[in-house]
Nanobody
Framework: VQLQASGGGLVQAGGSLTLSCAAS????????MGWFRQDPGKEREFVAA????????YYADFVKGRFTISRSTAKNTVYLQMDSLKPEDTATYYC???????????????WGQGTLVTVSS
């Protein structure tokens, strides 16, 4: 399976962006789709995840109330709606495919290529 992330860009602080990640094949109900982000020189950190079948969602504390993860089972696509963006949200965002809603990169098997989000102050 291949994951294609898109939607990054430059936005002012307080603004919004929506990231998309489309899978090249059907995503099975047992899968978990996640979003991570990474700054150069830093570890990749968990942002959010969603169980494909149930739609249960999981968030890092620093994005709760600002970011929303959702999915379209018909389009095999996961989304990350990002509101109230802050300069510290600047990073390359990666989508990932796994089987458990882990907040570490290790359990995820497939990764998208990343999409850059830059938030200006």
């Amino acid at each position: 399976v291949q994951l294609q992330a898109s939607g990054g860009g430059l936005v002012q602080a307080g603004g919004s962006l929506t990231l998309s990640c489309a899978a090249s094949t059907r995503i099975f109900s047992s899968a978990v789709m996640g979003w991570f982000r990474q700054d150069p020189g830093k570890e990749r950190e968990f942002v959010a995840a969603i169980r494909w079948g149930r739609g249960s969602t999981y968030y890092a504390d620093f994005v709760k109330g600002r970011f929303t993860i959702s999915r379209s089972t018909a389009k095999n696509t996961v989304y990350l709606q990002m509101d109230s963006l802050k300069p510290e949200d600047t990073a390359t965002y990666y989508c990932a495919w796994g089987t458990s809603p882990a907040n570490k990169p290790g359990p995820y098997d497939r990764w998208g290529q990343g999409t850059l989000v830059t938030v200006s102050s």
